[in-house]
């Protein structure tokens, strides 16, 4: 068996080599597994291109010259290779083709189904063709991942946006972005669908469950964005294995699984959006810090402006109380008036200080204004349109 | 700034002369001293206080519009008549439309501008083209059409070139208010006029869409704005 493990990964590096080109090496590790090198070693191919020449004075580089060195056996010729290429071929046409005998058969893919109240009419296989990125070299541009995340990240943005203008109606463009990149940025999407949703990687290489005889269903329903035909290992980079390929992040691979299953939802249910609505509520909206985002550079002037734009008296700051004045740790508690109505208050070691956190609280109440009824946001109609934020 | 009044003008610190006609404000109630304040014309001087009747107005070819004098009612129905508004049962307030015309350049966001409600346009646009892409792949036999979605094309639809084209059409150009980079330059594209116009429709669409639901946006988008800018996407 060791043997015959043997024989297969020098194949398998062979082939490799030859889809990789001159910008690679394969070195085995201590390990005793394939992995590719491509920082710390050159490579040159010769011009009849059949041997290759290493120069350096890293221990792996010996190691891969020994390799290529080695007579190749000719695998093609081997019956344990045309077992491995059946097993390939008839993987690659389960995540193409996506039967629903087979994908049903898949616990990963039910349980995900399951664990995230998935309404019946999102398939199964389109669950599937969610967790395909296009970075994986396994399916081709037709069946892959593509189209639905963006589909996905439209009615993700645009159900957030239409949720954020009648939750937080004044916010400042800045701010509102970065709401938005707080519900559904990568980062988020990545916690979301790794965290919360369970959603699988794909880790082992085709060779690995081969060996071990793993049943095809089992890998439908785990993530897969990187080619898998060779191992993925800590301080093992892979890129441009295909022009067409680019390699993608971990993190950007769960985002876009989290988009597409959101564009499957909408798609299966014939873009119904009352069930997009419910799941997005249920999925991606929490509570915003949105008064931390703020930062103001000049709340006074940006205040006085403001009361310009809106019509209202110029705003006054009062001293409402103090304590302490003479001592070394005074407290001045400052209000900011339009008029006779408060807009904010603030307190402070200094009247200037006092001042400025009164116009800043006097801001922050401003733009930070939630309508009472802003829960109700499948109504056709909202109370406020934002009129702008205030240019100082 | 000012160092006398003297025969109906204000003289400043350089000898400058500037009427007294200009100046519109008094301040302060006090009996004793009253503060006048100077609003210039012209080109800017440092310290002086601008008119407002200079930055509140815009100029299209011979026409001005001042934001302030405005007859809204009007304005409201040119705009719903050029864009077949009444015909989907769109309601929108005057403001609200003044608004949506408004660009954050005029008047240094002093008066309401349209760039949230651009925003909420732009998103539903998206959203409802990337749908009808994707109705149409469902119902496309026809492999060549399994790339539609994020091809040239389909962000080709999308572009300020093809936005803007279609608000020119509406002929709604001269109704827009905003502040030019220079006046004297009104070739192609030197005033940014692409994203000016294109997020004037954007708001637009975005109002509509707050104010009347989503049922009657897509309709109105659909039979108004999204089948020209397909055609005028493909024609390029």
């Given amino acids: ?392 | 700034m000012l160092q006398n009044i003297s025969r109906g003008a204000l003289i400043s610190r350089a000898g400058t002369f500037y009427p007294l006609s200009n100046v519109l404000r008094l301040h302060g109630s006090c009996h004793y001293r009253s503060i006048a304040t100077y609003l210039h014309s012209g080109s800017r001087v440092r310290g002086l206080k601008k008119n407002s009747d200079e930055y509140l107005t815009v100029q299209h070819n011979d026409k001005k519009l001042h934001i302030d004098r405005v007859d809204l009612s009007a304005y409201k129905s040119e705009i719903f008549d050029k864009l077949n508004m009444n015909k989907y049962g769109i309601d929108l307030d005057e403001s609200l439309v003044l608004q949506c015309l408004t660009h954050k350049s005029f008047a240094h966001g002093l008066k309401p501008y349209n760039e949230k409600l651009s925003v909420m346009g732009y998103h539903f646009i998206k959203y409802f083209a990337i749908v009808k892409d994707m109705t149409k792949l469902q119902n496309s036999e026809n492999v060549n059409n399994k790339n539609i979605i994020g091809s040239a094309f389909s962000k080709k639809v999308l572009s300020n070139e093809v936005l803007n084209k279609v608000f020119e059409q509406h002929q709604l150009q001269d109704l827009v208010f905003w502040k030019k980079r220079a006046l004297d330059h009104n070739e192609g594209n030197f005033n940014g006029e692409f994203t000016v116009h294109s997020t004037c429709l954007k708001a637009l669409v975005g109002a509509i869409l707050l104010k009347n639901g989503q049922d009657k946006t897509s309709q109105f988008f659909e039979q108004e704005i999204y089948h020209k800018m397909v055609q005028l996407a493909s024609k390029q």
């Fill in chain 1, 1 to 392: 068996m060791s043997m015959t493990r043997e024989i297969l990964k020098r194949n398998f590096s062979n082939t490799l080599n030859k889809s990789i080109r001159n910008s690679s090496l394969l070195v085995i590790n201590n390990a005793g597994r394939i992995n590719t090198c491509f920082a710390s070693l050159r490579h040159q191919s010769t011009a009849a291109g059949s041997s290759t020449e290493v120069s350096s004075t890293d221990a792996h580089s010996s190691a891969a010259a020994s390799l290529s060195a080695t007579p190749l056996y000719n695998i093609k010729d081997t019956p344990t290779f045309q077992d491995y290429k059946g097993y390939f071929k008839s993987l690659q046409q389960a995540v193409v083709e996506l039967p629903e005998d087979l994908v049903s058969k898949s616990t990963k893919l039910s349980t995900l189904h399951a664990r995230l109240h998935l309404p019946s009419e999102l398939k199964l296989s389109t669950l599937s063709q969610a967790l395909n990125c296009r970075s994986s070299k396994l399916v081709g541009t037709l069946h892959d991942n593509y189209n639905l995340s963006i589909l996905g990240k439209n009615v993700l943005i645009y159900e957030l946006t239409k949720y954020l203008n009648v939750k937080y109606p004044r916010l400042p463009l800045p701010i509102f972005n970065s709401c938005i990149d707080y519900l559904m940025g990568t980062e988020t999407l990545h916690l979301l669908g790794k965290f919360v949703w369970g959603i699988e990687l794909e880790k082992t290489t085709v060779m690995s469950r081969y060996l071990q005889k793993e049943p095809i269903e089992q890998t439908l329903g785990r993530l897969r964005y990187y080619d898998n035909e060779v191992v993925n290992e800590k301080g093992v980079e892979l890129y441009k294995i295909h022009k067409s390929n680019k390699v993608v992040s971990e993190e950007a691979a769960y985002s876009l699984a989290v988009k597409s299953i959101v564009g499957g939802l909408h798609l299966d249910t014939g873009f119904n959006t009352e069930i997009i609505q419910q799941f997005i509520e249920n999925n991606f909206i929490r509570k915003i810090p949105v008064a931390k985002i703020f930062q103001f550079t000049e709340p006074i002037r940006e205040l006085t402006r403001l009361c310009e734009r809106e019509n209202l008296a110029k705003p006054m700051s009062k001293l409402i109380s103090e304590s302490g004045r003479l001592s070394k740790a005074p407290i001045f508690i400052v209000g900011v008036f339009s008029g006779a109505e408060k807009l904010g208050e603030g307190f402070g070691s200094s009247l200037k200080e006092a001042k400025t956190k009164a116009a800043t609280d006097a801001l922050l109440k401003y733009y930070c204004y939630e309508p009472v009824n802003s829960s109700a946001q499948n109504e056709n109609t909202v109370q406020v349109i934002d009129k702008g934020s205030v240019i100082v």
